[in-house]
DNA sequence: ATAGAAATATAGCCATAGCTATATTAATTA
DNA sequence: TAATTAATATAGCTATGGCTATATTTCTAT
């Protein structure tokens, strides 16, 4: 059994969240600013703050204090990689039969922890668009 | 996006996979040790020792100090509940076409963030056995 | 321009999971 | 049986993510 892959896939899994989503709110509000952060993660503004602070110092995000959020390249990198894989696991469940809503809320779970080799099977099933 | 349920999946997660982990011990070699969830896990035993007390305050195990471990029926129940999931996710990825190696890393990310009616499109999928 | 509202930040708490070091108990072997 | 080794337990540390309460700053509207 290989658990320390997956305890290594928590660690960036919160990471991999928190950018997909601000390069999200900055593509469709211009702007990501922690309350909306804390209300789409459904979490306390305080919860929020910790974890952009953590980025911050971590490299992934620009920010003044009091002002909203930036990306950096580092983690424009991340956002963008995340996001096509998040893409491509929802994709793949909803090909496979699943509504909507039950593929979105499975993919955010799954998309961590699907290995480069799964995500190409994945991708090849979905232009195959072979519904079972 | 559902981000709770995500994270409330990760609060069993690791639970979770220390039942499966002790069942199988238990299956296998008779007795389930703190030493041996340490070596499985590539965790130090002072780690496993500390959650297997947090299971047992939790009502998962059974257990006298210094001995090794047993299961409640409450444990069992997640024990059989997990390895279920864990082998259809496991099939799943496997009539997928993704080696076993491969597949068994994943499935143990992934089987955590399934829900009941993706499991289900991936039993009738093995069941089905078309290989994409 | 300033008062009140909204957003951000900080402090301090809890639980979890990880670690090393050390103590204690059980098992083995000389 | 006694000494050594192995296993378990405990103490104390770190980091993360969750919370509420409160302070501070910025924005907005009168």
């Known amino acids: 059994m290989s658990f320390r892959k997956v305890r290594n896939a928590h660690k ?3 990471t991999e969240d928190y950018l997909e989503l601000i390069a999200e709110l900055l593509n469709s509000k211009g702007e990501a600013r922690i309350v909306d952060i804390a209300n789409e993660l459904s979490i306390a503004q305080a919860t929020a703050n910790k974890t952009i602070q953590r980025l911050h ?3 992934f995000i620009k920010k003044q204090p009091y002002r909203s959020i930036f990306l950096t390249v580092k983690g424009q ?3 963008s990689k995340s996001k096509k ?3 491509t696991v929802l994709k793949f469940l ?3 039969g699943i509504d ?3 593929a979105s809320a499975d993919a955010e779970g799954i998309e961590h922890h699907v290995s480069e080799k799964t995500l190409k099977k994945m991708e090849k ?3 195959a668009k072979k519904i079972v």
Do not use: C, V
């Open 94 to 96: 909803m090909n496979l």
């Open 125 to 127: 099933f979905n232009s």
């Open 12 to 14: 960036t899994e919160n």
């Open 85 to 87: 894989r998040h893409n």
């Open 57 to 59: 110092n971590q490299g």
């Open 77 to 79: 990198q991340i956002a």
């Open 100 to 102: 909507q809503k039950t």
